[in-house]
């Protein structure tokens, strides 16, 4: 899954991997079914606290865009 952080944006870190995860899902990059990395696996590929890859995994369950298990 490819994502690309920015310090200098305006965006906290958390909507940048939200917005990114939910336009591959809406673009048809990630289907319906497919296993998104965990959250501790996302946060060691991004570099980021783990706290920051649940509350952007959270705010795309809120929205119904995917399902955790």
Excluded: H, W
Aim: proline share 3%; glycine share 6%.
């Amino acid at each position: 899954m490819d994502i690309i952080l920015s310090n200098s944006s305006d965006k906290p870190i958390y909507e940048q991997i939200s917005s990114q995860v939910k336009a591959q899902i809406l673009s048809g990059t990630l289907t319906a079914g497919a296993k998104l990395p965990s959250i501790r696996a996302l946060a060691s590929d991004l570099g980021v606290s783990v706290i920051t890859t649940k509350r952007a995994y959270a705010d795309l369950e809120q929205l119904g865009f995917i399902c955790t298990v």
